[in-house]
């Protein structure tokens, strides 16, 4: 299979949760770190904060600190991400004290397995 995920917490129930990676969130998380190193950690951040229905929020302390970077970095990731659309509808406050809110497209990020069929790699046969 080639897709992509990665474990976080569901806060429901407690129980690690999968997060599945399209092929067009790598590709644009990418572009976003030419534009930002940081972005791809912030963004793996945030994808450990995201719900069901796609929305994230989190405080920009928070991501600060598990991405070991400054606040002013996790703007600029912010918007780097912002601007290659892997998350949009954006609320943030300037203070370090405040919440991130946005959005991320479950088409491209989600927790559960997507519907569309997965590429599978063809099984190794046993040398003759």
């Given at each position: 299979m080639t897709q992509q995920h990665?474990?976080?917490n569901d806060s429901?129930?407690?129980e690690p949760a999968a997060v599945f990676f399209s092929h067009l969130f790598i590709d644009r998380l990418t572009e976003a770190s030419n534009k930002?190193?940081?972005?791809?950690?912030?963004?793996?951040r945030l994808a450990s904060h995201i719900q069901s229905d796609g929305t994230v929020t989190v405080s920009q302390?928070?991501?600060?600190?598990?991405c070991n970077i400054t606040l002013k970095k996790v703007v600029k990731a912010i918007a780097s991400l912002t601007e290659v659309g892997l998350i949009s509808s954006v609320e943030m406050?300037?203070?370090?004290?405040?919440?991130?809110t946005c959005w991320?497209?479950?088409?491209l990020i989600r927790l559960d397995a997507p519907d569309s069929p997965c590429i599978q790699l063809p099984t190794p046969r046993p040398a003759d």
């Open positions: 990665e474990l976080s429901n129930s407690g930002a190193p940081y972005s791809v950690s912030v963004m793996l302390a928070k991501v600060a600190a598990q406050g300037s203070g370090p004290d405040s919440i991130i991320v497209s479950t088409e």
